[in-house]
């Protein structure tokens, strides 16, 4: 095999080996790394060069065939198994060369030309998809590990009333009975750690796998992603996912055309040079064949009728797809809406609310008209209302990625 036939195979080993980055990566690092060094992208363009060197073939000439063979040997009569000496028997050496008509050869070249074009619309598509589960993998870690450092904060604060709560109890400030609900509370907010701990640890393995980053951590804010429905709609027809049904319509168009062009006589031609006894003299043979598609009806036009179907198909397919992505796209800008206006509500009304209560309970137990419960009931409820906003902030994050990345035009 040529060297150069390697190339292809050495920079897809070259790039699944490459050693993973050092540091934190933002935002846009990982988004790069994963393009770079996804192994799935990388078998996506393999199936382009293979299709392209395939192409190369496409509407060439087969193979010419060698003919030999003994003519004329005699095997009865009086001359039985003495062919030197029957001037008839010669060996015959030939060669023969089938050339597909016209339509044929064109019809091959166009299918190969939309192979090319299909195989690189689904690695355009496939790139699509590593880009947003990697968009999507960042955002998970970076607000696990805000959520993580919310919960820690929140334990961090409550530590000395819980270190309080024995004494309290002991001054008759607080019944024996509400000496079990500081326990109680105090196991909720560690099982929320506990909770957000694996998050973290699930979001890091899912970037880890787009990235080959190992223990990957993030650094920098979230994208700021602007939402334009009216352009994302307009970007729909630009969609890689679309993009591959007018390339599989190219092929089976390419199909259809092949299977008309059977309805036309192919030809070939021979030559053989023929060696008999010197006394007889040698020979040259030379000779053109045609197919003869004669029975149309039963063999050529059933298989134009299968591959037009097959093109119909094709295109209702794509206006199918084309439907359910421009519903799809409807669908996840209702939902972008709806998590936008609960995060605000919760970031402008439930957290401070469970903020004021919260100063305003402990205000109390300063002048002992509240209980350690109380306190502690109303900052349990406020780590609720902050993790809260936060797994909201983060789903309109998600959202504005997932949906510029997978409806807008490539940038």
Same mark, same amino acid.
Do not use: C
């Given at each position: 095999? #040529? ?13 699944? *080996? ?21 192994? #799935? ?51 015959? $050496? ?35 998809? $590593? ?16 959520? /993580?450092? !919310? ?17 309290? !109890? ?5 019944? /024996? ?43 920098? !804010? ?24 007018? #390339? ?9 055309? =092949?299977?008309?062009? *059977? ?33 149309? #009806? ?28 421009? *519903? ?20 402008? =009304?439930?957290?401070? !609310? ?58």
């Amino acid at each position: 095999m #040529s060297p150069i036939r390697w190339l292809p195979a050495v920079a897809v080993a070259a790039a699944l *080996a490459r050693p993973a980055l050092a540091g934190p990566l933002t935002f846009a690092q990982a988004l790069d790394r994963a393009a770079a060094s996804a192994p #799935s992208l990388q078998a996506a363009a393999m199936q382009t060069e293979a299709a392209r060197a395939a192409a190369r073939a496409a509407g060439t000439l087969p193979d010419p065939k060698f003919n030999f063979g003994v003519e004329g040997f005699p095997v009865s009569g009086p001359l039985a198994g003495h062919p030197a000496r029957d001037d008839f028997t010669d060996v015959r $050496v030939g060669i023969i060369q089938d050339v597909p008509n016209k339509g044929r050869r064109q019809a091959a070249v166009a299918g190969a030309t939309a192979a090319i074009s299909q195989a690189e619309a689904a690695r355009l598509v496939e790139l699509r998809k $590593v880009k947003v589960a990697t968009a999507l993998a960042w955002i998970d870690v970076a607000y696990a590990e805000r959520r /993580l450092a !919310a919960v820690d904060q929140v334990l961090s604060s409550l530590r000395p009333l819980w270190e309080a709560q024995p004494s309290a !109890a002991a001054a008759g400030r607080q019944r /024996l009975g509400q000496a079990l609900s500081p326990v109680q509370m105090r196991a909720t907010l560690e099982d929320q750690r506990s909770e957000q701990v694996a998050n973290l640890a699930r979001a890091r393995a899912e970037l880890t796998r787009w990235t080959g980053e190992t223990a990957p951590s993030v650094v920098g !804010a979230p994208p700021d992603l602007s939402i334009d429905a009216g352009e994302l709609r307009a970007a729909l027809e630009t969609n890689p996912s679309l993009i591959a049904y007018r #390339s599989a319509a190219s092929r089976a168009e390419a199909e259809l055309n =092949a299977a008309r062009a *059977a309805e036309h006589p192919d030809w070939g031609w021979e030559i053989a040079y023929q060696r008999r006894d010197p006394a007889f003299g040698d020979m040259v043979t030379a000779g053109v064949t045609v197919s003869l598609p004669l029975f149309a #009806s039963t063999r050529q036009e059933p298989l134009i009728a299968a591959r037009r179907a097959d093109a119909l198909r094709v295109h209702a397919e794509r206006e199918d797809a084309r439907r359910a992505l421009a *519903a799809q796209l409807d669908t996840d800008l209702a939902d972008h809406d709806m998590h936008h206006e609960q995060w605000m509500r919760t970031s402008a =009304a439930v957290v401070p !609310a469970a903020q004021h209560r919260a100063d305003l309970e402990t205000a109390s137990y300063a002048a002992g008209t509240a209980s350690l419960a109380d306190v502690l009931d109303a900052m349990t409820a406020l780590a609720d209302a902050k993790l809260t906003a936060l797994e909201r902030e983060a789903l309109v994050v998600r959202d504005g990625v997932r949906i510029v990345l997978t409806y807008g035009r490539d940038q």
